[in-house]
């Protein structure tokens, strides 16, 4: 088991950033591909971004990308969500996602490849 835990999350005023951040009780995460997702109301669960096992290679889906960073620390114990120039419609809850996605990927956005998901985090964008 992989008891993955984000924190980070709460309001904050369009334009603004906020920093998310996912980890498992202190397991490296150096093998495991990672994946944030959010969820809005009444929408599907969506994929909006991506960093791979080991090789720590970055993707985003094009409604966060230039403004999101995904990112391992140096312990590889810890994953980040840099969210910057928030907007009203980023408002959702957040969950942080793990599966053994092989290291050649640079994409992976369906539910059934990640094994492992936080609980998440509700993010909040005020206009």
């Known amino acids: 088991q992989l008891p993955l835990v984000e924190s980070g999350g709460g309001v904050v005023q369009s334009g603004g950033s906020v920093r998310l951040s996912c980890a498992a009780n202190?397991?490296?995460?150096?093998?495991?591909?990672i994946a944030w997702f959010r969820q809005a109301p009444g929408k599907e669960r969506e994929g909006i971004s991506y960093?791979?096992?080991?090789?720590?290679?970055?993707a985003y889906a094009d409604s966060v990308k230039g403004r999101f960073t995904i990112s391992r620390d140096n312990t590889r114990r810890t994953v980040y969500l840099q969210m910057n120039n928030l907007k009203p419609e980023d408002t959702a809850v957040y969950y942080c996602?793990?599966?053994?996605?092989?290291?050649?990927?640079?994409?992976?956005?369906?539910?059934?490849?990640?094994?492992?998901w936080g609980q998440g985090t509700q993010v909040t964008v005020s206009s």
């Open positions: 996602a793990a599966g053994r996605v092989h290291r050649s990927r640079t994409w992976a956005d369906s539910l059934d490849e990640y094994d492992y």
């Open positions: 202190g397991v490296s995460l150096d093998y495991w591909a």
């Open positions: 960093i791979s096992g080991a090789d720590n290679i970055a």
